[in-house]
């Protein structure tokens, strides 16, 4: 019997900057889970990302995603992948609309399927009076909300958010919160980074924390709870003890 | 700290951030202060030899002069003048937009006037140094060749440099008056960019009309010119006159551009704080787009699109467009001329086209290549590296064809061996550009076009060169076609000793 495959799977993940900035990390997330990967600035959290995303090479490791080889097989990957980083990058000279209609591009979707995909998708995340606006006098917010929309339009698999929620308002948020989440119930599988740590005990299947470049901690809020031997415990505290644990130990 | 000590303070707090900004231009970015500082000294020493080449001959020039030579020196000057004024407005404009510490001045307890007279004060004095810079070498050679009066031209420059400040700051706010904050910049970078060349082109399109030259000094030397010329005693030529050694007019000058730089800051420092507020209040009317059906095409289609419609949209790109289209007047009117006479002159437009096609070849390259403000996007979308680059690549052929051909075509029926020849070396001339950067590329942000240059001194030197080299080699295919091919070599060398020392070789 062949078992399901994960959606991402990382092995021995390794990247030296002039430290170790990912130093030989395991890392496996299932389908269709929410996944919040949480660290301190400089934890190597984005550079993992980025490795995965194909944006950075690895030193050594693997990385699979729905059972592809991402070194080997790169385009595959991408095509089931999206990326959106915490600085959002988008074209000043574009609207969001022909932002997203370049992204379809491509990736392939067809046009007539992914017009109306992009349109849902701008009006759910608030943008509708927008839409043939160009972005270059957007917010920070608002750009965000764009380049999560590109991200969405091709109807990843994979979606991997580095710090999504960073310069959101708070209704922007409960949109871009609401969206993750209704592609999570639809099966697709999200990876996310966030400083919000009430955002990851409220979000999260499962949470990572990541020190130094290693997995330090990972389970459900239940399961980091038991681990760290406090019912009680908001996430914050056991976050902040364990990276107060692992930096003594350093 | 009592007032004067404030805004001397201040003042050097604004040299030390406009000696910062130069010096991060120079090293594109980079901490490596010293090396640009000699770097520079040896540019500068360095320069020394074309400036004797150019200027040399003249060394021997005093006053009283005749017509023709007051008139082109004093054309000379105030080239050099536009050219300051260009670059002035450019500064102006940027302390306008670049607000990074607009707010924090004005919410500061200091009086607004004083301070944005320092600032003003800055803009001249930046100016004026990168001017004296510039002008130094040439400067030394007619002084060590004809005469210590020849230094008597720094101080024309600073004159020059004083004035230039004043006029661009007058300019600019008067643009905000006129169109408004958010067409000022677009504006303001479409006139520093016409300004610098308006001049000279101006002057060519006449000699070509009427004496079928593009020599820019062929109006200047005719006897028609030298008719209308005002007396000698005009202060129409005290700038020339200061420049040959004239130390009481030399003063004069610079206490004028004192006075008119004075004024300046008197009326438009009170209303430079109401200026920058409007900015802030007035963001850029958001452009609005076609609402149309989303279109099909294939992955490298959709990138190409998505870079036609940004270079479409770049004022930027605008700008620089514009200051080769308007350099390919002059041959263009040439061309008309050549159908009617059988001038051998028309040999001439060869080069001109290729160079403005090497340098709009390297701007777009850079722009589809390096400029790419969603880099992140681009590289995880599921197509290999290698069909982006060819991509974008295509955008800059597709680009450069489309605005040369119809000059080629119009080529092609006064003399089709040239129009081949043309249409050759701009397709060279083109993938040259687009290979070297390609391989010195440097991922930045579109907006950062003005800095390109800097980002890489051999992909600009290795740019040029080529361009030089390839317009050389088309001009000597029309004539020796023997030195042609030396050319060709020499400057495919280059484009080898490029490669070879470019940080993505292989």
Not at chain 1, 204 to 220: M, S
Not at chain 2, 305 to 319: G, I, T
Request: aromatic fraction near 8%; proline fraction near 4%.
């Amino acid at each position: 019997m062949t078992s399901e495959p994960s959606a991402l799977a990382v092995r021995g993940l390794t990247k030296r900057f002039d430290r170790p900035a990912v130093d030989a990390l395991d890392l496996t997330v299932r389908i269709g889970e929410f996944y919040a990967l949480l660290g301190p600035n400089g934890a190597g959290k984005t550079t993992t990302l980025r490795m995965v995303a194909g944006l950075l090479k690895p030193d050594a490791g693997s990385v699979s995603i729905l059972g592809i080889d991402a070194l080997d097989d790169p385009v595959a990957a991408k095509q089931i992948t999206a990326w959106v980083s915490d600085e959002p990058m988008i074209y000043d000279k574009l609207t969001p609309l022909e932002y997203l209609e370049f992204v379809a591009g491509l990736w392939g979707v067809d046009p007539s399927q992914s017009e109306m995909t992009a349109r849902d998708l701008l009006v759910s995340l608030g943008l509708e009076r927008h839409l043939n606006e160009r972005c270059e006098g957007f917010s920070k917010g608002m750009r965000q909300k764009v380049a999560l929309a590109g991200a969405l339009v091709h109807d990843p698999r994979l979606i991997i958010l580095d710090e999504p929620l960073t310069g959101l308002d708070a209704l922007s948020a409960r949109h871009v919160k609401g969206l993750l989440q209704e592609r999570v119930r639809a099966g697709c599988t999200v990876i996310m980074t966030t400083h919000i740590l009430e955002v990851a005990e409220r979000m999260a299947d499962r949470i990572g924390v990541i020190a130094a470049g290693r997995l330090i901690a990972e389970g459900t809020l239940a399961e980091l709870r038991q681990q760290n031997g406090r019912n009680d415990t908001s996430l914050e505290d056991m976050f902040i003890a364990l990276v107060d644990t692992e930096a003594a130990a350093a | 700290m009592n007032s004067a000590a404030h805004l001397a303070w201040f003042a050097r707090h604004e040299i030390r951030l406009a000696w910062r900004e130069w010096l991060a231009m120079m090293t594109g970015g980079r901490r490596r202060r010293n090396r640009a500082v000699i770097g520079l000294v040896i540019f500068a020493v360095v320069l020394h030899l074309p400036a004797y080449a150019v200027i040399g001959r003249f060394a021997g020039l005093q006053f009283p002069l005749d017509p023709s030579s007051l008139l082109v020196l004093s054309a000379t000057i105030f080239l050099s003048w536009a050219l300051l004024l260009s670059q002035a407005i450019e500064s102006v404009t940027r302390v306008f937009y670049a607000r990074a510490d607009l707010d924090l001045i004005m919410s500061s307890p200091v009086q607004l006037t004083n301070i944005f007279s320092i600032r003003i004060a800055a803009i001249a004095l930046t100016v004026t140094c990168m001017a004296l810079l510039f002008s130094a070498p040439f400067i030394d050679v007619l002084a060590f060749l004809g005469g210590a009066h020849w230094l008597a031209g720094f101080g024309l420059v600073i004159a020059l440099g004083l004035s230039a400040a004043a006029a661009a700051i007058t300019v600019t706010v008067w643009l905000f008056r006129l169109i408004g904050p958010s067409r000022t910049r677009l504006v303001a970078q479409i006139v520093s960019a016409v300004i610098g060349a308006g001049f000279v082109i101006a002057l060519q399109v006449v000699a070509v009309l009427s004496y079928g030259t593009l020599s820019r000094f062929a109006v200047l030397t005719t006897d028609t010119a030298a008719r209308i010329a005002p007396d000698p005693d005009s202060f129409v030529w005290w700038p020339a006159r200061a420049a040959l050694g004239n130390l009481d007019i030399m003063m004069l000058l610079i206490a004028a551009a004192l006075v008119l730089l004075g004024l300046v800051m008197a009326v438009f420092a009170p209303r430079f704080a109401d200026t920058v507020v409007s900015v802030a209040a007035n963001p850029a009317v958001a452009a609005r787009g076609r609402s149309r059906a989303f279109r099909g095409g294939s992955r490298p289609q959709a990138l190409r699109w998505k870079e036609f419609l940004l270079l479409r949209r770049d004022p930027w790109l605008l700008s620089q467009s514009l200051m080769q289209m308007l350099y390919l007047v002059p041959p263009a009117l040439m061309l008309w001329r050549s159908f009617s006479d059988s001038s051998t002159a028309i040999v001439l437009i060869t080069p001109v086209v290729v160079m403005a096609a090497g340098q709009l070849a390297g701007g777009l390259a850079w722009l589809t290549i390096s400029g790419e403000d969603a880099a992140d996007l681009v590289a995880t979308a599921p197509l290999p590296p290698s069909r982006v680059i060819r991509a974008k690549i295509e955008v800059v052929l597709i680009a450069i064809t489309v605005i040369f051909a119809p000059m080629i075509a119009a080529l092609a029926f006064a003399s089709p061996v040239q129009a081949a020849v043309t249409a050759i070396a701009v397709m060279v001339v083109t993938t040259s550009a687009a290979a070297i950067q390609l391989w010195f590329r440097a991922q930045a942000r579109r907006s950062q076009f003005r800095r390109r240059q800097t980002s890489s001194r051999i992909a600009t030197f290795a740019e040029a060169f080529c361009s030089i080299g390839w317009a050389a080699t088309a001009a000597l295919a029309l004539t020796i076609p023997i030195a042609a091919a030396v050319s060709g070599i020499l400057t495919l060398m280059v484009l080898v000793a490029a490669w070879k020392i470019s940080p993505r070789r292989g």
